[in-house]
């Protein structure tokens, strides 16, 4: 079976190929000629995934699934949400180093907040035989008063998942991907795909 990831990052393709064996043969828009950026302006998860795999599918015909992911904090009404690459550079707070930015004015927007409970939720859209299918992973945790270890990125630093003493970022990357919000949707996914056997 072939399927096309809309994704630009490689890291996340060689993720998945690994997981995915010899069951699926993935590439990526470029292996099909798409290079442009894939726009992605969709006021949720669920649409951004969805955007970008029908962005694939039109211009290829080919099976293809997308991500998207974001923090959701509880106090802040859901924020930053599908804003969470952006959220410095949106609020006016960027000065470059946008995942420090971005934890800096989360930090900032928390002081003195008793409730931070927060989750990261990844959405997953699948285009497989012209018909669309969406696959969600969330990890429930809190956002820490101040950051902590220096694996994985974005906003890994701050975010301790529930039941865990520490934060994604001083966690070892297995351990994170078994647990994570993407490792749940990727896992739902692959087994959706699994049960249909493929071609
Ligand atoms: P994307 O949809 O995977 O590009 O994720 C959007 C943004 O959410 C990223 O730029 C990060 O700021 C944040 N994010 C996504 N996944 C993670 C994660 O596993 N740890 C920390 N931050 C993440």
Do not use: W
Request: net charge negative; charged share 30%; with cysteine.
């Amino acid at each position: 079976m072939k399927i096309i990831f809309a994704t630009g990052n490689r890291n996340k393709l060689k993720e998945i190929q690994a997981i995915l064996g010899d069951r699926a043969e993935v590439s990526i828009p470029a292996d099909h000629g798409v290079t442009e950026e894939i726009p992605e302006d969709a006021p949720t998860l669920e649409g951004n995934a969805l955007q970008k795999a029908r962005y694939i599918h039109e211009r290829t015909g080919l099976d293809c699934f997308a991500d998207d992911t974001g923090l959701e904090v509880e106090a802040l009404g859901g924020e930053p949400g599908v804003f969470s690459a952006r959220y410095a550079a949106v609020n006016g707070a960027g000065e470059g180093h946008a995942s420090a930015d971005n934890m800096a004015l989360l930090l900032r927007r928390l002081e003195g907040q008793q409730n931070r409970r927060a989750r990261f939720r990844t959405v997953i859209a699948l285009i497989r035989n012209g018909e669309e299918h969406l696959f969600e992973g969330i990890v429930n945790g809190e956002i820490t008063l101040k950051k902590s270890g220096t694996e994985g990125f974005g906003y890994d630093p701050v975010f301790r998942p529930e039941g865990y003493a520490v934060t994604f970022a001083e966690m070892a990357p297995e351990l994170k991907n078994r647990i994570s919000h993407r490792g749940r949707a990727t896992a739902r996914l692959i087994e959706f795909l699994n049960a249909e056997g493929g071609e």
